[in-house]
C-alpha cells in the first residue's frame, strides 16, 4: 500500500504537467496542418435554396464523366482540372452521374455487388469537388440505357428468374426489382468516403441527391405506376438521409391532366410519356423541382428564333408553377443547343444560353423560384470521345465563357457573396 501510494504521487504530476504543456501549446502542431473549409449543407425554404442563412442561387454545368474518369489514375487529372475551372468561372454545382449498373468499370457489377475500385473514384470525386468549392448533384440511375439504366435491372431480374415482365418499364413495378435499387440507395447514402472518412450521407459536399434522369414509363401514360415509384424511393431516400436535399429529375413535361400539356408541351406525345410535372414534384419529399430544356430534340421543324422564343415560354411556364403552385425552387438541370442544327452558327449558343440565363436572374432579383441553371455539358481538352452535340469546352468559346461568368457574378452580388468569396472577388471586381 505504501509503495503504491509512493508511486501515485508522481505520477499524478507528470500527468498534471504534461496536460498543462499539452493546453499551453498543443494547439501549435494541430494548426501547421490545413484545416478542411467548413461547410454547411444547403437547405429549402419556400421558394428558395438558403445556406448560411442566405438565399442561394446556382450558376453551374454538367460534367457526367467524373467518376468514370477518376478510376484511372492517368485520367483524374482531368476531373481536377475541371472542377478547378469551374470554380474559377465562379461555377458552385457540378451534376454527375453517381452510377454505373454493369459493363465497363461499373460500379455496381451486379445487384449488390460493388467494384470498390470505383466507388474509391467516386470518393475522389467528391473530395476534389470538396477542395475547389464545388458542390454535386449527384444521380442515382439513368432512364436511358447509358451506363446502365433502368435496363440493366430489368436484365439482372430477368437473368435471376424473378423479373415479371422484360419490359423496361417493369423498373418501376416490379418488387424484386424494386429491392435491388432500394439496397443500391442504401449502399450509396451510407458510403464512407475513404478519402476524407466521412459518409455521403453526412457529407455537404453533395448539394442534393438527384433520383433518376428522366423518368419515363411509356406503359402507363396515366402516370399512376411513375407515381407510386417516385413516392416510395423518395421516402426511402428521406429515411436515410435527411440532411440533404432530393429532385426527382424530370424533364418538366406536363401530363394528360394538366391543362398546359397543350399549351406549352412542345407536342401531343410530350403528355403520354407517364411524367407529369406539377403532379410529380408535389410529392411531400421532394425539396426542388428540374426541368431540362432541349428544343432541338423537341421539335424538327422550327427555326432557331422560334425556338428562342418556345425556350423563353417554356422556362417562364416552370417558374409560374413553382412561385404560385407548388412553392418550391425550380433548376434547370440540363439546357443545351445542338450543333447539328442545319442553320447552326456558334454565336446562337450564346443566345440561347443567354436567354435561359436571363429569366434566372430576373426571377432571383424577385426573389422567385427560379434557382438556377446547369448547362449540359463542360469538358476539357482531349475528351472528344465523351462529347455529345451539346458539349464544349468553355474556355475555348470566349463568348460562353465571359456569359458563364457574367452569371456567376450578378447572382453572386444578390446574395451579397462577392468579398466573402475569395476566387469571386476578383472575377467578380472586372465587370464593376
Not at 5 to 27: K, Q, R, T, V, W
Not at 91 to 117: H, K, M
Not at 304 to 326: G, M, P, R, T
Not at 402 to 415: M, Y
Amino acid at each position: 500500500m505504501v509503495a503504491g501510494n509512493g508511486l501515485l504521487y508522481p505520477i499524478l504530476g507528470f500527468a498534471s504537467c504534461m496536460a498543462f504543456i499539452y493546453m499551453s501549446f498543443g494547439d501549435l502542431e494541430l494548426s501547421s496542418f490545413p484545416k478542411e473549409p467548413r461547410l454547411s449543407f444547403v437547405e429549402r425554404n419556400g421558394t428558395q435554396f438558403f445556406l448560411d442563412g442566405k438565399p442561394l442561387y446556382v450558376n453551374g454545368w454538367n460534367s457526367y464523366w467524373l467518376m468514370a474518369h477518376s478510376v484511372d489514375e492517368n485520367s483524374r487529372p482531368r476531373v481536377s482540372a475541371m472542377l478547378q475551372a469551374g470554380a474559377k468561372m465562379g461555377l458552385s454545382v457540378c451534376r454527375t452521374w453517381a452510377f454505373n449498373d454493369g459493363g465497363y468499370d461499373a460500379l455496381q457489377i451486379s445487384p449488390g455487388q460493388f467494384d470498390e475500385r470505383v466507388f474509391q473514384a467516386l470518393d475522389y470525386v467528391i473530395a476534389e469537388a470538396r477542395q475547389h468549392g464545388i458542390r454535386l448533384l449527384l444521380s442515382l440511375i439513368n432512364n436511358l440505357q447509358a451506363y446502365g439504366g433502368k435496363t440493366r435491372y430489368v436484365k439482372w431480374a430477368w437473368q435471376e428468374g424473378v423479373g415479371l415482365s422484360s419490359s423496361n418499364d417493369s423498373f418501376f413495378f416490379d418488387p424484386s426489382i424494386r429491392k435491388y435499387f432500394k439496397n443500391y440507395v442504401l449502399t450509396v447514402l451510407t458510403r464512407k468516403n475513404t478519402i476524407t472518412g466521412i459518409e455521403y450521407r453526412n457529407d455537404p459536399t453533395i448539394f442534393a441527391w438527384e433520383l433518376m434522369n428522366e423518368p419515363r414509363c411509356v406503359c402507363d401514360p396515366s402516370g399512376d405506376t411513375l407515381q407510386d415509384w417516385l413516392e416510395e424511393m423518395t421516402a426511402f431516400i428521406k429515411l436515410i438521409d435527411k440532411n440533404h436535399l432530393l429532385t426527382i429529375g424530370l424533364e418538366g413535361f406536363y401530363g394528360p391532366k394538366s391543362p398546359k400539356k397543350s399549351t406549352v408541351n412542345p407536342e401531343e406525345w410530350a403528355s403520354t410519356l407517364g411524367s407529369d410535372f406539377i403532379r410529380n414534384s408535389n410529392i411531400t419529399n421532394v425539396d426542388f423541382t428540374s426541368v431540362h430544356i432541349y428544343p432541338d430534340h423537341w421539335f424538327h421543324d422550327l427555326g432557331f428564333e422560334e425556338k428562342q422564343n418556345y425556350v423563353s415560354k417554356w422556362v417562364h411556364s416552370h417558374i409560374e408553377d413553382c412561385d404560385k403552385e407548388l412553392k418550391k425552387p425550380v433548376m434547370f438541370t440540363e439546357y443545351g443547343l445542338s450543333n447539328l442544327n442545319k442553320d447552326f452558327q456558334p454565336s446562337q449558343r450564346e443566345q440561347f444560353y443567354r436567354t435561359i440565363l436571363d429569366i434566372i436572374y430576373k426571377s432571383a432579383k424577385k426573389k422567385g423560384s427560379g434557382a438556377g441553371a446547369l448547362v449540359w455539358q463542360f469538358f476539357v481538352e482531349g475528351m472528344e470521345e465523351y462529347n455529345d452535340d451539346f458539349g464544349l469546352v468553355p474556355w475555348e468559346s470566349p463568348s460562353i465563357h465571359k456569359l458563364t461568368e457574367e452569371q456567376s457574378c450578378r447572382l453572386t452580388r444578390i446574395q451579397g457573396l462577392v468579398q466573402e468569396k475569395g476566387n469571386l472577388k476578383e472575377l467578380c471586381s472586372k465587370g464593376e
